[in-house]
């Protein structure tokens, strides 16, 4: 049913490596695209050996199947003269050119956005960078951790007393691309209705600043006071009593919002504790809750909150995800293969296309699948 998705028949040349340029050409290759990576000959792109685990599939990381799925591969060399020419045919007939390098880095290649406009002028350009074009941090290495930690994040989670703490997913990576993925999606609709093409930056930086657009915006509006995070049961920096990550008899719950007096009355809290100011007494409220919880298991707490209306939620970890269901409902696991080496699963395009979730059973490429189209165009 490829030929029913909204993208079949765009044809997109992605340099990109890794990460976050990788995710929003793999959100292009989900929605119909074709797909041609562009990678190092002989070595191709890195993630195909960095490993989450001691786990190989046909050779390659889970890294790189997850991310690279349902796309074709060149292996050139881009320093080769030769093959740089013959990689001008593809870039000429490209819909969409995606590239993550450093600032000037594709310049120097010769596959900069000018240079790719001069020969396709409605091109699609897309680019991520660490921090911006230009600016102090331009020439820092961009990788998921280390813009974390410029950005700010890292003192919104964990408790008061835990110093910085990092998300524990790449997660400027993959907003950079889900917001490249917006801004190509969004060129291709002008493309469609003026007819002309154009170019669309994002860095990591900027998603993680646009990640935090509420506190950040209530920051720099109340005098720049810095949010003071909860010494325990942690979730929010700047929200008052009850939310926050508590543990029970036998577990953890979550809990959102619920009346002080009414969870006082459901788990037992003293009244006096659960009278105080929410936001100016969030700790005491809080440890008093904490104490109370831990008397009984979470199936025990969630029959009575979800009775009274609390919002709250069992704390669930992947196996407790997977036996409640929900993605076997949502459709949000696939399996992917390639050839007899691979097979394995992996998750699925999160959105409905007239009611149908797109599939692609195609695992990641082997390096140079494609090379032919060096000779014969797309």
Known sequence: MTDMLPLDG?????????????????????????????????MGDLSRYLYLTDTKIGGESTIFHAINRNKRSLAVDLK?????????????????????????????????????????PTVVYGTVTGYGSDGPWVDLPGQDLLA?????????????????????LPIADVLAGASLTQGVLALLY?????????????????????????????????GHRTPTRSANNPAHAYLAAPYG?????????????????????????????????AFACRDEIKAGLAARLKTAETDHWMAKFVEADIWAAPVMDWDGVVESGVLQTLEMVQPISRGEEVNMQTTRLPIRIDGVRPASTTAAPELGDANALLDSGW
Request: proline share 2%; with cysteine; charged share 25%.
């Open 148 to 168: 974390q930690a410029r950005s700010g994040v890292m003192w919104l989670s964990g408790a008061r007393d835990d110093g910085p703490v990092a998300m524990g």
């Open 190 to 222: 002008r493309r469609a209705m003026k007819g002309i093409g154009g170019q669309v930056e994002t860095s990591l930086i900027e998603v993680l600043a646009d990640l935090q657009f509420e506190l950040l915006t209530t920051w720099l509006n109340d």
């Open 10 to 42: 765009l044809k997109v040349l992605d340099f990109s490596q890794f990460l976050a340029g990788p995710y929003c050409a793999l959100k292009l290759a989900d929605l119909g695209a074709d797909v041609v990576k562009v990678e190092r000959a002989g």
């Open 80 to 120: 080769s003269a030769a093959d740089r020419d013959k990689l001008w045919t593809l870039v000429r007939e490209a819909d969409v050119v995606l590239q993550n390098f450093r600032p000037g880095v594709m310049e120097r290649l010769g596959f900069g956005y000018e240079a790719v406009k001069a020969v396709n």
């Open 245 to 277: 990550v508590y543990e029970t008899a036998d577990g953890h719950v979550a809990i959102a919002m619920g009346k002080l007096d009414l969870l006082a009355q459901i788990t037992g809290l003293d009244p006096e504790i659960a009278g105080r100011d």
